[in-house]
């Protein structure tokens, strides 16, 4: 095994085109029409995985889905040269005169938005994507406005001003199927009287519902890429998906504790009998979640280890008594292949997957797998 | 008030550099005696600030404490050039032999780091503090191994080949009076017949019992020169500290609300009234805490806005209904100076300060106070 001196996540590009085309057999309809087309949402950094090494995995997306027209401007530097959807542009849209940025699909979810789009000059018109707000309300027109800056719009793709216009959504509820159900009715009763396409599904819609998701014209997927359930209960691998991430830290020491004696602060955590403690080179500083104590594991030789103890900035602590053979050296595997699935880690946190690894902070460095680790 | 796209965390170099001196004013004795000199702890990034910006409030420390060698040569390329204390520098010392590590000061914390220690050939001879497990159990070693290692290391410094030795302990519950009473007194018994310098106390120890802490050599303080309280149910303002960080995010848009209307993911907000309802461009891809909602509040024109809903991946929702005049583009604190203290933010989300401010991400730059923000 390898040997490090920090933790690292190691990222699998394979891994995001096996769970692409996964979702694209989901979505492919058994009859004549077409299937919608796949957004890859890479926000936050790729879902934290570093959009420079999900790039290599996402050669077959239609299109990659980022926040801000920077976050846009960044994919093209890094060599995406496909679709771009700006999911949360902001009211500064000045960037679309900027010629990197071809072939660029805008979410219109503010109505000063409006106003910018007839003002500025992009080379190439945009594609707008009209967002209603639904039950979500996070940004999104109101049914009211929604109708006038269809209308508003519409004429713009007339004249030639704007590349298309379609219509798109953000459920609020998307892993409740009853939920789903009723905000999917809704939204399709607000956009029966106006013609254009449909962008509605996350992952969590396509894996709960693809036959409805089949209906639709382009998906947005995010977590579902990355190999992570967005699906209370299930994993991504019940579904078919391969974790892109493996997080792994290495043992920097080990530690004899007596039957009596605590390990780390406040001593939550005492030993029952004598045994051996790990101590990990991972904290809370790294990203993983403080206090899973007493319920969480990690992976180490194929086999899992419990922590132990609370955890605190730079260190967890792992009960090795059934790991006699494991040595300060030996790698840990925090969540991922080899380790818990980190839909449990997020369980035994009380989160969800998504905060886990967008979580990680800055000084885990983000390695392509099969790379070398830093450190050595 | 300034523009900004994103959030942003405002780090004043002047707090960090009233913090140590109030730190000093607590450490001074009255009698003849020195006062112990202060090791500025600077893990993890300064706790988050940015090293590079804490540095420029740490001109009056008497060395700098960090994690590895890696960041003793980090904190020398960035004009550091006091004493430095690597405190979790692993088995692998041959950085030590790197001429830009002069004044390093190594905690010895490991069995094989002896070795080590006897094959290596710095230019200048390091010192060393010897560490005690302690209760903590974070490596460092047991008493019998300890006494060894003292008389080992001893006679390496009669022999010149170490600047000097001293006795280190990190206490495992510096917050409870009577556990760190105890604490102190079994580490005192250890190395009653071991002559050498003390450094045992922290931020917590020194804040709960300065006059202990005045009795020892070297103290080493790391949340408390952020001006964060490191005491349960203090505040760094009730300790005299100020906060050295500011973090703070735009809101990018604003949603009326029905009474009934939800918002955020899965409706666990509902109005009960019409409201108003700023989005703010900060979520837990930000180190945000997720599921703060319905306790946390942000500072907005010097007065607080509850958070309501679900707290997202790129958004956090805050009731406008008292704020009339709070527009799009104005910025909301979401702790520090105008806005809630970090400790209350991290009370409300069932954890640390510490936390907080070391979980924020890559996506939220560090700026000095008073230089442009991000995205204007």
Redesign the interface.
Known sequence: MTEY??GAALIDPQAIVHNLRQLRRLLDPPGPQAAPRIWAVA???AY?HALEHALAGLGEADGLGV??L?DALHSRRLGWNGPILAM?A???LSALEDPALHSLHLIV??P?QLAELSRLQPLQAPYVWLRH?G??????L?ADEYRKAYHALHAEVQAGRLAGLGHLQHY??AE?PE?LRKERLAFHELISAMPGPVCTENSAAVLSDHVSARATDWVRCGIALYGISPLHGRTGRSLGLRPAMTFQAPI??T???CGG???????IFRAKRDMR?G?V?CG??D?YP??VQGRCVVGIHGRMAAIV?RV????L?IDLSGHPEAV?GDVVTLWGPGGPDIESVAGWA???S??LC??????VPRILRGQTPC?V
């Open positions: 001196r920090c926000k936050a950094d934290g926040l801000t920077d949360g902001g009211s500064d979810d503010q000063d707000c039950e979500l309300h996070h940004a999104g109101q609020a509820g409740n939920q920097y020491a530690q004899k504790l004696q605590g390990v780390g602060y406040n001593g403690i101590l080179r809370y500083a990203g403080r206090g103890g605190s900035m730079d260190t602590t300060p009380g989160t969800i998504a905060h967008v979580g990680l902070t800055a000084r450190g």
